[in-house]
């Protein structure tokens, strides 16, 4: 058994004004976690060396103003809210000025701009939207609605009829409703769907505006007293928008559908720390610095953090596989349990200048609010690691039942060695197209993995074909897991799809996941 190490984390002195991670999830009394619409996005470049300082001969804070130029790398480390933090030589970023939080408000519905962020040429928005207009439908009308989506048939096209009438919020949880918003969104734009496209102008934006090309987003309904709101919380990308101007300046708008009146935001250069260890909510854990930040809302407090590693793995990506959080005053430690929403609008790619191992981690739990003379402490355990390797190409031939292998493929922290490979009797699942079952012939192999770090125990991974189709994985591992814990999981296989008449299959191992025996204890600096 390998021994799990521990660290009880002193607070810093400083306290940071996080950035409001707002909302996104249930109120404490309903605890519903929505559904979560994603856009496929591409990933980051290899990052460039950071590695966490030495605390010996640290000084104390030296926060500095940015250089002011756009264009201009600064000599030291920004804290981004919401994403992450930059390596020296990274160029300015810009953000809303502390405590800024701009909104605007028509008809019971209430947007507010949680993030603003401008560097190398690209903006990133979070946005809040809460529908107060929304009635949520009775049981007897869930009911109609259940039993119109069952008898529905296809439309000419093969697709469902769609139903703009009401708001599907939960299926699974049976929550839907009709808004008075939404119903005013399909009718300014019919072909959107209801969806959000926000567009931004301002001083050295080009004529006509930036408009996102990347957006996530997550929907659920939040009870509020006797009655509730549809709470939707949004991120978008605006990549490849350079401004016409040395750096932003004056007030820019962001006009969001539905609305007759735009959001008002200024931008102000972030801060630059010249030591990692400088950043208020820094904190020393072993091997690694975590910084954590949080602030409370609504019932909820939301917390980011983000681990950075040594210099000799800072292509990895870092989080935790189990995180809960207790709130103690006067002696008396009430738990707020595990969070409730993890990482709720996440473009699946960074910011500019931020590698994925410098990324937070925002997570939501349910209360109960702060009081003077409290304090929160972050539980953290078992780190997982996700390595960027990738072996190179594998060619197998499929055999007409089953044969024997005697092949490896090595990965810095684990071995996979290929046992046996065995043609399918029947073919398998692939894909759903248009409501149908896209069955394809597969071949399994028989792997056994062994860990080459002690320390750390391999989970799962990837696998991708040379010629595979976007978005679908034609490759995928077989992992079994004895207990109910991550730690007990194994990779015995994998099940690789081919098409008739092929007499071989390539492909190529990646990702490969390990979950480390790490538990912490982090203070949550909150925001004033």
Not at 15 to 42: D, F, H, N, R, W
Not at 185 to 205: F, Q
């Amino acid at each position: 058994m390998r021994k799990t190490r521990r660290f009880q984390i002193k607070a810093a002195a400083a306290v940071i004004a996080a950035a409001l991670l707002a909302g996104g999830c249930a109120g404490a009394e309903s605890g519903a976690e929505g559904p979560t619409k994603v856009e496929e996005t591409t990933t980051a470049a290899k990052a460039e060396p950071a590695a966490p300082e030495s605390p010996e001969g640290v000084p104390g804070q030296q926060a500095q103003a940015g250089t002011g130029e756009a264009g201009e790398p600064v000599n030291g480390y920004q804290l981004i809210s919401d994403y992450g933090v930059t390596a020296p030589g990274d160029l300015q970023a810009y953000e809303l000025p502390d405590g800024l939080r701009p909104a605007v408000e028509e008809n019971q519905v209430r947007a507010e701009l949680l993030t603003a962020v401008y560097i190398n040429g690209e903006f990133r928005f979070r946005l809040r939207i809460e529908d107060s207009s929304v009635i949520m439908l009775t049981p007897e009308e869930v009911k109609a609605v259940q039993e119109k989506e069952a008898g529905d048939g296809p439309a000419q096209d093969g697709t469902a009829a769609p139903d703009d009438s009401y708001v599907e919020i939960d299926r699974d949880k049976g929550l839907y409703g009709r808004s008075a918003y939404e119903e005013r969104l399909r009718a300014e734009n019919p072909g959107g769907g209801g969806t959000l496209s926000v567009r931004l102008i301002g001083d050295g934006v080009a004529e006509g505006g930036y408009t996102p090309n990347r957006s996530s987003s997550t929907r659920q309904y939040v009870e509020s007293g006797e009655s509730g709101y549809l709470l939707t919380v949004g991120e978008y990308a605006m990549q490849g928008k350079p401004l016409r101007a040395e750096q932003p300046e004056g007030t820019y708008e962001l006009w969001v559908p539905g609305f007759q009146e735009a959001i008002g935001f200024t931008l102000e250069p972030a801060q630059v720390y010249e030591s990692l260890l400088d950043i208020p909510g820094m904190q020393e854990a072993g091997d690694y610095l975590i910084w954590t930040a949080g602030s409370g809302r609504d019932g909820q407090v939301e917390v980011q953090y983000f681990i950075l590693p040594g210099q000799w793995e800072e292509d990895y990506r870092y989080s935790f596989l189990d995180s809960k959080l207790d709130y103690t005053r006067d002696g008396i430690t009430e738990s707020c349990g595990h969070s409730i929403l993890s990482a709720q609008t996440r473009l699946n790619e960074p910011l500019s200048g931020i590698p994925p191992y410098r990324m937070t981690v925002q997570q939501t739990f349910a209360g109960p609010e702060a009081q003077e003379g409290g304090s929160y402490t972050l539980s953290l355990r078992d780190l997982l690691l996700t390595s960027p390797e990738r072996s190179g190409e594998i060619t197998l031939a499929i055999p007409q039942d089953v044969e024997q292998l005697d092949q490896e493929i090595e990965f810095e922290d684990s071995t996979i060695r290929f046992l046996k490979i065995e043609r399918g009797d029947e073919p398998e699942l692939y894909t759903i197209d248009d409501g149908v079952d896209v069955m394809r012939p597969v071949v399994y192999i028989e792997v056994q993995v062994t860990d080459r770090n002690p320390d750390r125990h391999l989970i799962n991974l990837q696998g991708r074909k040379q010629a595979s189709e976007p978005y679908i994985t034609e490759v995928r591992p077989n992992v079994e897991r004895t207990e109910k814990s991550y730690r007990s999981s194994q990779v015995v296989g994998l099940t690789v799809f081919y098409d008739e008449g092929d007499t071989e299959v390539r492909f190529s191992l990646e990702n490969p996941q390990y979950v480390e025996d790490l538990e912490l204890e982090l203070p949550v600096l909150m925001e004033e």
